[in-house]
């Protein structure tokens, strides 16, 4: 008993666990907090997010009613053994509320110099309208 207590070490079986836990989440992407920025006018919503280093098929999104979800992957394709590495493979998703009346169907984005823009038009029935103010008619004219 006493011969099995003088060769237990504990930090050996705290380090094993650390990476039996631990281990399986190295092993994904980390997840990113990217940045955006939401504007309205009267004709739609526009959505900014920095996404440097990402190409069109490294993006996902999805509109649905009152909600628009953007994710995006980086994986890096260099195989050759760095000195450094410190951009390394990541993933995001940003849920977003959205008001009601977006029109969904026309719902646009594109991705120039790392910057995604998704534009929300909103729906024609939500849109301000000037109503003609008409003075008298005429009798018999």
């Known amino acids: 008993m006493i011969a099995h207590l003088l060769h237990y070490d504990p930090y050996k079986e705290f380090n094993e666990l650390s990476r039996r836990v631990f281990g399986e989440l190295e092993r994904r992407a980390p ?3 990217v940045p955006i920025d939401v504007r309205e006018d009267e004709e739609r919503f526009v959505v900014e997010a920095d996404v440097p280093g990402l190409a069109p ?3 996902e999104i999805v509109a649905a009613p009152e909600r628009l979800t953007i994710k995006g992957t980086r994986k890096s394709a260099n195989d050759k053994p ?3 590495r410190e ?3 990541y ?3 940003r849920t977003l509320t959205l008001p009601q009346g977006i029109d969904l169907d ?3 984005a594109k991705l120039e110099a ?3 823009t998704v534009t929300l038009p909103k729906r024609a029935s939500l849109k301000p309208r000037s109503i003609v103010v008409k003075g008298p008619t005429a009798a018999g004219a």
């Open 87 to 89: 951009r390394g493979d």
């Open 106 to 108: 026309a719902i646009e």
């Open 57 to 59: 098929e490294d993006l």
């Open 31 to 33: 997840t990113m907090r």
């Open 91 to 93: 993933s995001f998703e």
């Open 114 to 116: 790392g910057v995604l």
């Open 82 to 84: 760095t000195l450094r």
